[in-house]
């Protein structure tokens, strides 16, 4: 998620997003016909002051991918066949 995210209706179904939970973190959240478009702070450029609130709601939003999870299971010394089986769940 990012300043200014849209998610379709045909998206929040086929990966199960929350998109109503999500909604309460929101600065401005907007149904329109075919998906939501969520606003979660005032300008993009504020975007380092509101990074780790989104890290922590992507992380913790199901069907979201979240950053912090790739880095928890990735390492520096992994090989590509290491790395690849790491990264897969993501796909």
């Known amino acids: 998620m990012y300043w200014l995210t849209y998610v379709s209706n045909a998206l929040a179904e086929s990966l199960s997003i929350g ?12 149904e329109l016909d075919g998906g939501v478009l969520m606003r979660f ?11 780790e609130r989104l890290d922590e709601l992507c992380a913790v939003t199901n069907g979201i991918f979240s950053i912090r999870k790739v880095n928890e299971s990735v390492t520096s010394d992994m090989n590509f066949i290491e790395l690849n089986d790491a990264l897969e769940k993501w796909e």
């Open 41 to 51: 702070y005032d300008k993009p450029e504020n975007w380092q002051s509101n990074a």
């Open 19 to 30: 998109v109503s939970d999500v909604s309460n973190e929101t600065e401005q959240f907007d």
